[in-house]
């Protein structure tokens, strides 16, 4: 059903102009990217039918706007196959028309979901800041008793056992601060792709308001044109009538002259 969309969709849309293409093609991206999040699969289904169109306007129009066509054809592969992989789609069928299969349908990943995950690792992060100090309280609380205690009142056994706990602290201290440092990055990571997302929507709203003045350029100077057809076609009238009144004037006077 899909294929069959994105073909009547492309067949539908085989003669417009190569400008209202493209304003289309920005439109769905625009659309893919809000609904990157919340409903990634309608937001792979507008990336790639965008593609398609830009594959299409390419063949049929190469050179209009070439490097404007290229770049959003650039930015889409790079974005299209991450999110085939994410969903757990295997690969995208092609049609003989050129319009990708079907989707499956699969879980999405919602901004809500998006936005627990970060304030889960906050609490995480907060949380292991929490023990990482207790437990450089308790190791600096078991040393400051171990040095009250002069080596020779302090017994062997008890010496290793010291000795031991004070390992495993250390050993405690360096898996959370590397997972704490992990859980970091994690977050740095989903924030820097929010950051990207904004501005790639951002972008794409001053391409549409471009093309968009483009468009309302287009028309206004198609409107001026056919006014301008329409004030000489009524001269012409206007003379053809004037013309005519003169031959109706010189008949009246011929008829009043007549013997």
């Not at 059903?1 to 289309?24: D, K």
Request: glycine share 4%.
């Amino acid at each position: 059903m899909f294929a069959a969309l994105v073909s009547a969709v492309v067949s539908a849309h085989a003669v417009e102009e190569p400008y209202e293409a493209y304003l289309r093609v920005a439109n769905q991206v625009a659309e893919g990217d809000r609904l990157y999040f919340s409903k990634p699969i309608e937001a792979l289904q507008q990336y790639l039918r965008a593609q398609q169109t830009l594959r299409t306007l390419r063949a049929n129009h190469p050179t209009w706007n070439a490097k404007v066509v290229d770049g959003k054809l650039k930015y889409l592969s790079e974005r299209v196959p991450p999110m085939m992989q994410q969903l757990g789609i295997p690969g995208t069928a092609v049609t003989p028309q050129g319009a990708p299969a079907a989707v499956p349908t699969v879980p999405t990943v919602g901004v809500a979901q998006l936005n627990r995950r970060i304030e889960a690792l906050r609490n995480e992060k907060l949380e292991l800041q929490h023990e990482l100090a207790k437990i450089e309280t308790e190791y600096t609380e078991k040393l400051r008793e171990a040095l009250k205690v002069r080596p020779r009142e302090l017994e062997p056994g008890e010496l290793a056992k010291a000795e031991t706990a004070n390992s495993k602290l250390r050993e405690q201290m360096v898996y959370l601060e590397s997972h704490y440092q992990k859980l970091d990055s994690e977050y740095k990571k989903v924030q820097a792709e929010m950051t990207r997302l904004e501005k790639d929507l951002a972008t794409t709203k001053k391409e549409n308001n471009e093309l968009r003045a483009q468009v309302d350029g287009k028309k206004l100077k198609e409107l001026a044109e056919e006014n301008a057809r329409l004030r000489r076609q009524a001269a012409q009238r206007d003379d053809l009538v004037k013309s005519l009144q003169e031959q109706i004037q010189k008949l009246e006077r011929l008829l009043l002259n007549a013997p």
